[in-house]
């Protein structure tokens, strides 16, 4: 069959060809480490201040002040990682015991923990299946008068449909919460994430796309008092003034959520180099999905009309009616096509092998026991999300490689390696036939 196509079985890797990828290129190296990093973790060693709540300007009190700026956001508190900074969010906006948060199906499970971390209960609702964001009629549907807030999540460096979002939450009174962990200078009509919401949460973990040498997170504000009381809470819930002594009274909950110097001086040195990386990325990712483009039944990412995409994963979900491989299922024609991938030597993995609904710590209610938090109201039966469990199951992603502003080399092999699977399109349907028996 692949003779009528011109091409040989045998170039594929999976029956004995060549890589379409070298070996050197699969993986690159994330986060970019340079001397200048080096230099500013070693500054911090040097001559200090190793804490942040010390008086004066700190690595991490710049960090906040840049990471304001690039985000034209009036308020900006550093935190320990993304994850606190989701629930300082939450806890800042007063959201709290029995409230409901809607959260879209398809995230990192920390933008569904956050609420359970202030005894909220997370509401599930399905996502858009281009945009792999928040659906704003799904949203719509899931409000109940304990609704208190959207957190809207800029999955994979795509911005939420934030229009709609903050008309609904306008009509019904509710918070919006960007969880922006994948989307740090992405755009949505113009504005940068971590402007559009009342708050937004930031991730510099060191897969994201300003990586700090560990975890490190930061959180925008809109309203100055919301602000001020995340900066409590991060500590012990103490206020600490400039030019005071520390009086250790504790005026409301707090943790200890900080932000390390060192984690602040190493991004704060990334941030140097941001611009640059973006405009490369933003570059070489467009030139890859353009060599991908018009193979049959490969749906490639594409920026929402209006927005800039900060391309921190990108999906790629697969049509098997489009392919023409009639017979064949979404996940069966996604296990063939990853096998082949993989042994080309293109590095596609999946993200999220379930949608959060299913992880198990929601469906078993393992919350802080005796039902807890779900045991405050009533949550409401959770709706079916058909789109997100297409998604996970139709769906493979690249992560990392590409944002490497180097990595446009890479990229084109990894298009010839999808190339050669798609002219052996007989072979992915016996595989996935196979497989699904
Ligand atoms: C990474 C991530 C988080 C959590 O950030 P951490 O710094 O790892 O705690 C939250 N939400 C999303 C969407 C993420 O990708």
């Not at 594929?12 to 994330?30: K, N, S």
């Not at 973006?278 to 030139?287: G, M, P, S, T």
Request: net charge neutral; with cysteine.
């Amino acid at each position: 069959m692949s003779a009528v196509r011109g091409a040989a079985l045998g170039e594929l890797a999976a029956f004995g060809g060549a890589p379409a990828v070298p070996a050197g290129l699969r993986t690159l190296p994330w986060p970019v480490v340079t001397d200048a990093d080096r230099a500013a973790v070693a500054g911090v060693l040097d001559e200090g201040p190793l804490v942040s709540n010390a008086d004066g300007p700190t690595a991490v009190s710049a960090l906040e002040e840049r990471w304001r700026a690039l985000c034209a956001a009036r308020h900006c508190v550093a935190t320990s990682n993304g994850t606190t900074a989701l629930a300082l969010a939450l806890f800042a906006l007063g959201i709290g015991p029995g409230d409901e948060v809607i959260v879209p199906a398809l995230s990192f499970v920390a933008s569904g923990l956050a609420p359970l971390h202030q005894l909220a209960v997370p509401v599930f609702a399905d996502i858009d299946p281009v945009s792999f964001t928040l659906d704003p009629a799904a949203a719509a549907a899931a409000v109940t008068p304990r609704t208190a807030a959207l957190l809207a999540v800029h999955l994979h460096g795509q911005p939420a449909d934030m229009d709609a979002l903050r008309a609904i939450a306008d009509r019904h009174g509710l918070a919006v919460i960007e969880d922006a962990a994948q989307a740090v200078g992405a755009l949505w009509r113009g504005r940068p994430v971590g402007s559009l919401g009342d708050a937004a949460a930031f991730s510099l973990q060191v897969t994201k796309n300003v990586p700090t040498c560990g975890e490190g997170g930061l959180l925008t504000f809109a309203d100055e008092q919301a602000a001020h009381r995340a900066v409590m809470a991060r500590q012990f819930g103490e206020v600490m003034e400039a030019g005071r002594p520390r009086d250790y009274i504790s005026h409301l909950l707090g943790w200890n959520h900080k932000m390390n110097p060192v984690q602040a001086a190493f991004a704060l040195s990334q941030l140097d180099r941001f611009a640059d990386y973006e405009a490369a990325r933003q570059h070489n990712v467009a030139d890859f999905l353009a060599r991908i483009d018009g193979l049959p039944g490969l749906l490639p990412p594409s920026a929402a009309p209006g927005s800039t995409h900060a391309w921190h994963i990108l999906r790629f979900r697969l049509d098997p009616a489009a392919a023409g491989l009639d017979g064949v299922d979404p996940a069966g024609m996604r296990r063939a096509v990853h096998r082949l991938l993989r042994a080309e030597g293109v590095p596609v993995s999946r993200y999220q092998v379930t949608t959060l609904p299913r992880q198990r710590v929601f469906t078993d209610r393992e919350g802080f026991g005796r039902g807890l938090p779900w045991s405050l109201g009533q949550p409401p039966p959770e709706p079916p999300v058909p789109v997100a469990e297409a998604v996970v199951a139709d769906s493979l992603t690249l992560q990392k490689r590409h944002l490497h502003p180097d990595a446009g080399l890479a990229l084109r092999s990894y298009a010839e390696g999808f190339a050669k699977v798609w002219r052996h399109l007989d072979v992915v349907r016996n595989m996935a036939l196979r497989s699904g028996r």
